[in-house]
């Protein structure tokens, strides 16, 4: 069963700056795209971040932008989010996928991510 997990969740105050980390059992992250994912209660779930199975390549959502920081360490076989300047907005769980296509473009299409986490909760107080 290949399962990415994630970890580093909990709750933060506005401001803070928690890390996020997915590593996997059955799954060699080195060369898999990856990305975050977040859901909010009521909404649906959006895409985040990834990163390039090589590490070269990111892309963010422009809410996030200039406050995470996604990053790999596939020595490790791990995938992380740096989080700063926390807002209230941000609480949601967060979702670890993987995308073993190394498609040429890094994706934000949820159905293209093969293998999920099962979520880590963020909450964000004020």
């Known amino acids: 069963q290949v399962q990415p997990v994630e970890s580093g969740g909990g709750l933060v105050q506005a401001g803070g700056s928690p890390r996020l980390s997915c590593s996997a059992l059955?799954?060699?992250?080195?060369?898999?795209?990856m990305g975050w994912f977040r859901q909010a209660p009521g909404k649906e779930r959006e895409f985040v971040a990834a990163?390039?199975?090589?590490?070269?390549?990111?892309s963010y959502t422009d809410s996030v932008k200039d406050r995470f920081t996604i990053s790999r360490a596939n020595a490790k076989n791990t995938v992380y989010l740096q989080m700063n300047s926390l807002k209230p907005e941000d609480t949601a769980v967060y979702y670890c996928?993987?995308?073993?296509?190394?498609?040429?473009?890094?994706?934000?299409?949820?159905?293209?991510?093969?293998?999920w986490g099962q979520g880590t909760q963020v909450t964000v107080s004020s």
């Open positions: 996928a993987a995308d073993q296509s190394r498609r040429p473009i890094l994706t934000r299409e949820l159905v293209l991510y093969e293998y």
């Open positions: 059955g799954l060699t992250f080195s060369s898999y795209h």
């Open positions: 990163i390039s199975w090589t590490g070269a390549k990111t």
